[in-house]
């Protein structure tokens, strides 16, 4: 609109995710548990990248916790965290490679602490997991931690340091601004949003001779 397009011309539908996110069973929202171990998810991608394993000791050092740790095709940093991790703590480490079931895997956690990219953003929304945003590329997703923290649909984390503040944060007063998160998912979320780009697809080019 700022270049001119006419306000008529512009449809805004939001962002679309695969079918099976958005089938994941969300009957209501649900608060965090504190008297269970904090589950905790950690990716960066596909390929794997960032500093997961600070951000993962992180949080097993300081909080009643669990962590799953998904790797990606990285096979080199997935060998690194199984050294580096699963002895040390025993039990509470998951670490995964490319994995396809990743819908299961976010609807049975408690938090993701993700790179900003959009399409695991919206994901994890679909799937009611609030978002810990720990970096972004620059160019393409750099506005998306300001995004998620406009919508409360995540807060933003850059330095690995105040990671356990951030997550201090969250847990503070029985885990209120994590359920906050949690509700302000819940009202964005849209299941219809890929539905609703093709309905218009397909309704405007019927409209056409």
């Keep these: 609109m700022r270049h001119g397009v006419p306000e008529v011309k512009i449809k805004v539908f939001g962002f679309p995710v695969r079918e099976r996110f958005v089938q994941t069973i969300i009957p209501d929202v649900v608060n965090f548990d504190r008297e269970k171990p904090l589950r905790c998810l950690i990716m960066s991608g596909g390929e794997g990248s960032g500093n997961m394993g600070r951000i993962a000791r992180s949080v097993l050092n300081n909080f009643n916790s669990t962590v799953k740790i998904i790797c990606g095709r990285n096979k080199t940093l997935k060998k690194r965290m199984e050294l580096t991790l699963?002895?040390?703590?025993?039990?509470?480490?998951?670490?995964?490679?490319?994995?396809?079931?990743?819908?299961?895997?976010?609807?049975?956690?408690?938090?993701?602490?993700?790179?900003?990219?959009?399409?695991?953003?919206?994901?994890?929304?679909?799937?009611?997991?609030?978002?810990?945003?720990?970096?972004?590329?620059?160019?393409?997703?750099e506005g998306n931690p300001s995004y998620a923290e406009t919508y409360n649909l995540g807060v933003v984390c850059l330095e690995t340091r105040r990671i356990k503040e951030t997550v201090q944060i969250l847990?503070?007063?029985?885990?209120?601004k994590l359920n906050k998160i949690k509700k302000s998912q819940f009202e964005y979320r849209d299941p219809d949003i890929a539905k609703n780009i093709v309905d218009f697809i397909l309704s405007d080019s019927t409209d056409k001779p």
């Design 86 to 141: 699963l002895d040390k703590y025993a039990g509470r480490v998951e670490i995964f490679g490319f994995v396809k079931n990743m819908e299961n895997i976010m609807a049975a956690s408690d938090i993701l602490f993700t790179r900003a990219s959009p399409n695991v953003m919206m994901e994890a929304v679909m799937c009611n997991l609030p978002l810990v945003i720990t970096g972004a590329l620059p160019g393409q997703e």
């Design 171 to 176: 847990l503070k007063n029985d885990a209120e």
